[in-house]
């Protein structure tokens, strides 16, 4: 019989990020999947999002190209993995939150992080840093005071076979 805890479990920060990776991968978008994951402050999963289409529009019959008339790509209809998160919520506050993401958040996502009352974002990539989208984001989240964390990988390896 084990007298210790087990070693190598994963940590709050490995384990929300992983939700938000899992999540990615409900994304039909063929450029890009982003995934989602608010916390609570006692560590418990309130809600999770993908980037996709909104309920009820047909994937098959929207545009998912990045080039192209405004009304022709994606940019018009997709609904991001973070705002999708905020409305997935079963209408509880989300006031003192963490929200975990694969990608930094737009400026229209931030508009959302802010005024849901998240006070932590916790993101994988800032691959979009240099764009105006992502400066506005960084711009709002300084002056509203919600904290900003680049996850970092640590090397774990999770598999999952499904």
Not at 65 to 78: H, I, N, P, Q, T
Request: charged share 20%.
């Amino acid at each position: 019989m084990a007298t210790q805890k087990r070693e190598g479990y994963l940590s709050w920060d490995q384990y929300f990020m992983g939700v938000a990776l899992l999540s990615a991968q409900r994304s039909k978008d063929p450029g890009s999947q982003v995934g989602a994951c608010i916390v609570s402050s006692d560590n418990r999963i309130l809600s999770v999002g993908y980037n996709g289409m909104p309920t009820g529009c047909q994937d098959d019959e929207m545009p998912w190209s990045r080039e192209g008339d405004f009304l022709e790509s994606k940019y018009a209809f997709v609904c991001h993995a973070e705002l999708n998160a905020i409305l997935n919520n079963d209408g509880g506050s989300l006031k003192g939150t963490r929200l975990y993401a694969t990608l930094f958040p737009c400026n229209e996502c931030a508009k959302a992080i802010i005024q849901s009352g998240i006070r932590e974002v916790i993101y994988l990539s800032d691959k979009y840093a240099e764009t105006d989208a992502v400066i506005a984001s960084k711009r709002m989240f300084r002056m509203a005071g919600v904290a900003l964390r680049q996850y970092r990988p640590g090397g774990t390896c999770v598999t999952l076979e499904l």
